[in-house]
């Protein structure tokens, strides 16, 4: 089945130490999305990839970063977590035409320690 | 500034029973929405979606309705069924060029009594 998949799903890194959370779609998606949600509040857009084009968000820190090597892929970078920077972090998936909304992943949990 | 809202954080209903979720926004230029169901540990699932050019959309058990004029929306699911049980998301959209970008209420958890 075609889908999007993010890994890992648990990802536990120690205060100020770079990590890399993973996200890869079989759907063949033009648009890749990076959300991040905190307990009880709305998923909050990060930024987007369009193609190969990236759209940041205004209000994400510096300390968070995107590479999307190719079609399928796509990672989020957070230089140097903080505590705050604990959240899951979903990515999403969506066709540039039309709008039929987004496939999301399942969700990576990271806890910074 | 939050453009959608879901002002309900948590809703219980009895099994069998009508399930109603509510959801406001603030920007007119959105012009579809979708709700997202989404259990624990697990990403959000589409669930139905409704343009502006309409004001109800069925599936199923699951009714959407849209006032527009109250930039406002509603889920209904009947009957409900104790699987109903989950976090609900309203997110709404304006096309943009560069894709779609959704914005997201707080969601609503659902809890379903056999």
């Known amino acids: 089945d075609a889908m999007v998949i993010q890994n890992p799903r648990y990802q536990v890194t120690q205060f100020g130490k770079p990590v890399t959370l993973s996200c890869s779609q079989t759907?063949?998606?033009?648009?890749m999305y990076w959300y991040q949600q905190k307990s009880s509040q709305a998923p909050k857009l990060l930024f987007h990839?369009?193609?190969?084009?990236?759209?940041n968000e205004a209000d994400t820190p510096d300390n968070f970063q995107s590479r999307r090597p190719n079609t399928s892929f796509c990672f989020l970078d957070i230089r140097s977590p903080g505590l705050g920077d604990a959240a899951m972090y979903l990515c999403?998936?969506?066709?540039?035409?039309?709008?039929?909304?987004?496939?999301f992943g399942s969700g990576t949990r990271l806890t910074v320690v | 500034d939050q453009q959608v809202k879901q002002n309900s954080p948590s809703l219980s209903v009895q099994e069998g029973r009508i399930s109603i979720l509510n959801c406001d926004y603030t920007?007119?230029?959105?012009?579809?929405f979708l709700w997202y169901k989404k259990y624990p540990a697990e990403g959000p699932t589409f669930l139905i979606s409704?343009?502006?050019?309409?004001d109800k959309n069925e599936d199923g058990r699951f009714t959407v309705f849209l006032n527009k004029s109250a930039k406002h929306l509603s889920l209904h699911i009947v009957p409900s069924q104790p699987g109903d049980s989950a976090v609900y998301f309203c997110?709404?959209?304006?096309?943009?060029?560069?894709?779609?970008?959704?914005?997201f209420g707080t969601g609503t958890s659902l809890t379903v009594i056999p």
């Open positions: 999403a998936t969506s066709s540039s035409y039309g709008n039929y909304g987004y496939t």
């Open positions: 759907l063949n998606h033009n648009v």
């Open positions: 990839y369009y193609d190969k084009d990236f759209n």
């Open positions: 920007n007119s230029m959105f012009d579809y």
């Open positions: 409704i343009s502006s050019i309409k």
């Open positions: 997110a709404a959209s304006a096309m943009r060029n560069t894709g779609n970008q959704f914005y």
